[in-house]
């Protein structure tokens, strides 16, 4: 009788560190899962952000209000920076899935053949009210913003 019981606790013991290792596995594999998923949003939402704040320096440089202009370029909104004297001009737009930035001669249309990569995204919009520009970029279903103000209005200096 004892021999049975002896038996029959094992058993018991044996199936309970069973069941425990299954589940601590499984808890392992789903938390794995997870983290990967949680890892990779966060990296895409850090390219974002990083793109926008690199937009956002780019338009705090220009020199005056009429130094920056929306116009529209590859189906959507582009924004211009104009250059030294009115010489070239800084082409910022999506193309692709991906934001571009091309700097060429004053005047001529851009070719995102001949773009520098930003980040990736999937739509890029710019509005401009006076000197507040409001910029937008969406990617992977997120959508960041920011709003620059351009204070100085008037010529470029020589």
Not at 18 to 27: D, E, N, P, Q, V
Not at 40 to 69: H, I, N, P, W
Request: charged share 20%; net charge negative.
């Amino acid at each position: 009788m004892f021999k049975n019981k002896s038996v029959l606790q094992t058993f018991s013991i044996l199936l309970l560190i069973g069941i425990f290792a299954c589940c601590a596995l499984l808890t392992a594999a789903l938390s794995a899962g997870a983290l990967n998923d949680v890892s990779a949003r966060a990296a895409s939402s850090f390219d974002t952000r990083t793109g926008l704040l690199y937009v956002s320096q780019k338009l705090r440089a220009c020199a005056s209000r009429e130094d920056a202009r929306v116009e529209r370029c590859a189906g959507g909104d582009a924004l211009v920076l104009m250059g030294a004297q009115g010489t070239y001009e800084t082409w910022i737009f999506v193309s692709d899935g991906v934001l571009c930035e091309v700097t060429q001669a004053a005047g001529t249309v851009p070719d995102a053949a001949g773009a520098q990569p930003v980040t990736d995204a999937d739509n890029f919009t710019v509005a401009q009210t006076g000197g507040l520009f409001e910029l937008r970029i969406e990617s992977d279903g997120r959508a960041l913003s920011a709003r620059v103000f351009i204070q100085a209005q008037g010529g470029r200096t020589a």
